[in-house]
Each structure stands twice: as C-alpha cells, then as structure tokens.
C-alpha cells in the first residue's frame, strides 16, 4: 500500500485528478482505499471533508467504492500541521495491484525480491539533466 499527501494552494477542490485515478483503478493498476481531503483556512483552522461530503462528491465517488478508512483523525490533523495556511490537501491511501499480482508470478517461480527502492522524481530528474549535460 501506498500513501500520499498532494498539497494544491487554496481551498477548493476541482476534481481533475479524479479521472486519472479512476482510470489507474479500471485499468487493474491500483484499488484506492481511503479518500480524503483537508483545508486549512488562512486563520489555520483545519477541515477535514470526506468525499460523500464535499463539492467534487461527484467526481470521485467512483473511486471509492470499497473504503476502508485507513486514515486516523490523528493521521490527518499530522498532515494538517504540515499545510500552509490556506491551502489543502488530498490524502490517499491505495493498494498497488500491478504488485500482488507480480509478486504472486514471482512466488510461484520460487524468486524472491532481494532489493526494492523507490527513486524519488526530483532525483531522477537531476541524474536526467546531468547527463543531458554531459552531452
């Protein structure tokens, strides 16, 4: 499982991503598991809205449709902390199911993965641009 915090300056949500996601969920590639969204207003009160509550229930109800609530109230109000005033955030929780299945074929093949690391983007956007600059 995976989870990420996507920070967007102001307060309203506009549902653009919601296609994407729900696309990543039809294609097999993720199943999303918990869906929230938060606001910190320009005085730093906090927000919480779930989707079936806010203004793009619409566009994301498709997304969800198996939760879990994975996320605490604790989990948030950390997240919360982290948010510039008036700004907001959305806070999801999904399952890699491109994963399962490839560990399952992997088992079954008697391997074992001795090493996994995520490269963040920046760091590979850096080693990219240093070789373009080597060239």
Do not use: C, H, Y
């Not at 906090?46 to 806010?54: G, Q, T, Y």
């Not at 939760?67 to 948030?76: I, P, R, T, V």
Request: cysteine-free.
């Amino acid at each position: 499982m995976d989870v990420a915090v996507v920070a967007f300056d102001g307060n309203r949500f506009n549902g653009k991503v919601a296609p994407a996601l729900l696309d990543l969920q039809k294609s097999g590639t993720i199943r999303i598991l918990d869906l929230t969204f938060i606001r910190k207003g320009r005085d730093g009160a906090v927000e919480v809205v779930e989707v079936a509550d806010s203004e793009v229930a619409a566009a994301f109800e498709r997304t969800t449709q198996v939760e879990f609530d994975l996320l605490s109230e604790d989990d948030l109000q950390t997240v919360a902390a982290e948010l510039e005033p008036g700004s907001s955030a959305l806070v999801l929780v999904w399952e890699n199911t491109w994963a399962a299945r490839l560990s399952a074929a992997l088992r079954n093949s008697d391997g074992r993965v001795l090493f996994l690391e995520r490269i963040p983007r920046d760091e590979v956007v850096a080693a990219i641009t240093a070789l373009d600059e080597e060239l």
